[in-house]
Structures are given as C-alpha cells and as structure tokens.
C-alpha cells in the first residue's frame, strides 16, 4: 500500500510538472526553431537574429512557466503572482530556471491564494480593486526577493550538482544505465516526475553552454518502443499482431509513446527489451555525439529531427541512437515473444495502462478491439456504470428522451455493470468501464462515450435504429423506471441543499464537500463520502457540459439512508481530471426514488443555456426553478 501511495504521489507530482510545461511546448518549439536556424551552428547563421536565443531561454520559457504554475493553483491572479515571484529566480541567476520556476510559479499561486481566502467576506465594498491590486503586487514583490536571494542560489547549486553528475557519468560511459530507470518510469507513467523535474532542467543549461544536449533523448528516444511494436507485427497473435502496425505509426511518427505501453503490459519480460534497447541507443549517442538542440515534444521521430543541430554529424548520431534502440528492441522483444506462452489481452492490458496512468488514455480505444455493426430488431438498451445511480441513470434518461421523439419502441434502463442483464444487446458505458461490461456481456454491441451529457453517439446510434427497427413491447418497459419511482420526490431537492458561489481548489475537496452535505441532511452515512471520493477515483464522475455528478460506489449504496442531492454552484469551476466543472450534483440514491428527478436534472443539463443560467442564479430558489420547469 505504501509503495501504491509513493507511486501515486511521484505521478501527480510529474502530472503538476508536466502541466506547467505542456501548455506552452509552442513557446519551446519557437525557440528552439530560432536556436536551429540562427546560432552560429545553425542552418542560416545570422549574429542579429541570434540574440533572440539567450533572452527566451532566460526570460520567456521561465515566465510562462511560472505564470502558468500559478494559474494551476489560483486562476489569474496565482499566475500574476506566480509570474512575479519567478522573476526573482531568473535575475538572481546566469542559468536558465525552469526549476526555479516550478517552484516560485506554484508558490506564488498558493501564497495568494490563502491571503485571498483569509480575507474573503472581510473586505468592505468598494475596496475590493484596491485589496486585490496591492496584495497581489506586495505578496509578489515580497516573494520575488525571497526567490532572489535564496531559491535562486539553491536551485543554481542543485543545477550545478547534477550537470556535474551527468558529466562524470558521460565521462565514465554510465550514461546508458539510466535506461534502467527511465524505460520502466514510462509505463509507470512517472516519466514526467523525470522528463521536466531533471532532464529538462540540466539539458536547457546544457544547450545554452554547449549548443545541444544528449539528455533531452534519454526519454524521448521512440526507438525502444517501436521495435516492441514491429516485434509484435512479425510474433504477436490476434488482436495485438493487428493492430501493432497502426500502433507503430502513431508511435514513430505521432510521439504518442503511452500507445506502445499495452504491448509491454501483455508480456512483462517486454520491459527488458525496452531497457536494453534504451541502453543500446544512449550509447550510440555517447559514442557518436548525440543531442539536441531544443525540447523535442512529442517524441517523435519528426521532433527528434527538428531539434537536431543543423550539421551531417548529429543526424547521423540521432538517426543511428534511434534506429540502433529499434532494432535491440525488436530482436529482444522477437525472442521473447516467440520463446514465451502467448496469452494477449490487450483490452485487459489497455485497461490495466490507463488504471496506472490514473486517468483515461486518449489512445488506449486505438488499440483495442472494434465493434462490428449495430445488432438489428434491438429491443434492450442498457446504460451501465458503477453503482448505477448516477451517471447511467443521467445518460439513460437522455437517449430515452430521444428514443421517444424517434418513436422507437426500444427500452432504455440503466443499472450498474455487475448487474447487467444477460439479454441487454446494446450496452452504453464511459470509455474506461466498458471492457468491465464487455466482460460481463460479451455477445452485446458495446458503445464507449466520454460525455453522458452531450455525446454524439446518441444521435448516431439513433440514426442507426432508424434504418433498422422492428416494433417491440418495450414502450412500456422505458417508462418502467419513472412510474415506479414517483415516492415523494418533492423531498429530494431542498433549498437548504442548495449553495451558491462556492470555491474549491481541488474536485476532492469539492466532493468532501457534496458529501458533507448528503451526512448533514440523513441521507447517507459518513463513510459514504470515502466512497464518493473512490467511485471518482474509478472513473471520473464528470459528466459533460461542466457538470460533475459524486456519488457512491455500487458496494456504498448500503450507507444509503435515503435518496437524496445536493447542488453546489461553484462560477470560477473547479478542475475534474481536465475538465472545468461549474455545476456540481451530489447524490446518494436508493430504491431507485432519485431516478425520476435526476432525470429532470440530465435533461435540463444538456441544455448549455440552462447550465449558464443555473451557474449565473442569484438564490437556491431560482437555481431550483431552472431544473424544476424541465
């Protein structure tokens, strides 16, 4: 458990490092461009034009970085401040200061932002230009002088430390034993703790000294997981033989490196040949003088090329580094797959990948098994999530919606995956649930979506059912759900249940709160919040349209008292995963008493007009009228 928590803790750390720096990778690619075509070395030498280097290196990147670390904590005025205070970082040292303005950049949003809590509601009106302006530039003036006179020099000596360590190993040929660390840290996804808190760093510095650095393809090196890859397109079976080569191209090509990570997962032992083919190409960039000269982001091939100094020499050292890692890799990774018991799931792998990374992959769905065609005669459509109160009871009562306006005679229920009827021949879940439910009914047509609220898959199944559709009994059966859950939902939705313009810094402190709220009222008990905060951590509970529904786990629903919800308004929104929620419904439901005024609440939700003017109420009873009159 406490090596689960160190692994989880170093991932979010590299998750925060990464988002201060993939926000502006076209700042880094446009200097690294400049540095390309104009430096002495470049492909068009221009002594004027190459000014513009030290001074984006130095000043631009570490200010973006800052301001955007800042805006992570605190919006607008956390990078204002975090912008501020990086600013003392940068002038109270010769080297670039990315670190320093991973720090300062944060820092500075933190510090504002508690000195704005402390004095929320203290202020009196008319003042509040006056506060917000002097407290954002004393607090940043006060930490920028902090930053000068000691982040600085600690981050300079930290810096200096490890550019001396990285030398010895150059010096000594242990360069290409990092490989041991770095190739297994990107299927554990804790690359970017590694990539942007060290690599980055050091390589930035080593670039402005030397004119390129040989760090900055430790991790992006695509030749490791490409020769994975073409081993699987010669040796793998099913499935994984398959589609590896359309894995292959997004992976050299795209710099999409996580698409290659189900592969390694299937077979284990294929994390040798991505380590020795990592060693095999560092070294071949030690011993031919490797490097770049920019942030090659994505890593891919085409990057790697872009960022390669402008002279035959270091085309030759990065091609042969990348193409001497594939072809390692692929006779390692050919051994084993040839030599081992074959037993591919690379559905189940492409699961197990995106439960390490934590959130969902944007390519796992490009690597796993396609649908075939919309069974026909469909009678039985069933929406499926975890404990089957809350988003499949949203999304089921959307495309019931559209069902009807169809005329379809097609049943719409929801309920949780482990209950699933055998006889359901559409199944609709969130994109990390379905292989749960393919599992559960693999002989039903499967439809993956990502937003419940809005997902253009209902209209196209609906199109679909259109052009085959034989008339059933199930009219009857998609009102069952309503009918039989009309016990006093006048109650669900009271106006003390009810709370506007509330801030959060974080969707679990947001749901701490909805879940407060549910103990406070009787509805649930206490240990039902853990559960919220679980069930959001399976899959999260955001549902489209700024909209974010907590609720329990399916094993929770026993902590249900009795139904009940929660609306919170939160205007600035609060982060879920990368997504802005603005509207939050916390819900504990039982017996299905929820079912018919959340979905009330789903159909009002689709509707973005309605969720501007819910988010823009001025009281609880005007907020409830909105969702109330649909």
Known sequence: MAQSNIKVAVQKFGNFLSSMVMPNIGAFIAWGLITALFIPTGFFPNESLAKLVDPMVKYLLPLLIGYTGGKLVHDQRGGVVGAIATMGVIVGSDIPMFLGAMIMGPLGGYIIKKFDQFIEGKVKTGFEMLINNFSAGILGGILAILAFLGVSPAVDGFTGALVVGVDWMVAHGLLPLTSILIEPAKILFLNNAINHGILSPIGAEQIRTNGQSILLLLETNPGPGLGILLAYCFFGKGTAKQSAPGAAIIHFIGGIHEIYFPYVLMRPLL??????????????????????????????????????????????????????????????????????????????????????????????????????????SVQKIVFACDAGMGSSAMGASLLRKKVKQANLNISVTNTAISNIPSDAQIVITQEELTPRAQNKVPDAYHISVDNFLSSPEYDKLIDQLKNDHTTSKAEEETKVSAENNTDSNDGLLKEENVFLNQHFSSKEEAIRFAGSVLVKGGYVEENYVEAMIERDNMTSTYMGNDVAIPHGTEEAKKNVLRSGFTVIQVPEGVDFDGEKVRLIFGIAGKDGTHLEILSGIAITCSDMDNIEKMVHAKSAKELMAIIQRN
């Open 271 to 376: 994390i040798i040949a991505a380590i020795l083919g990592g060693m095999s190409g560092v070294f071949t960039f030690v011993l031919l003088g490797g490097g770049l000269q920019a942030v090659a982001s994505p890593g891919s091939i085409l990057a790697i090329l872009a960022a390669t100094p402008g002279n035959a020499g270091s085309y030759v050292a990065n091609i042969s580094g990348v193409l001497v890692a594939a072809i390692v890799s692929f006779i390692v990774g050919s051994l084993i797959l040839k030599t081992g018991k074959q037993t591919e799931d690379l559905d189940e792998a492409a699961r197990k990948m995106q439960e390490m990374k934590g959130k969902k992959s944007s390519v796992a769905g490009s690597v796993t098994k396609q649908q075939g065609e919309v069974p026909a």
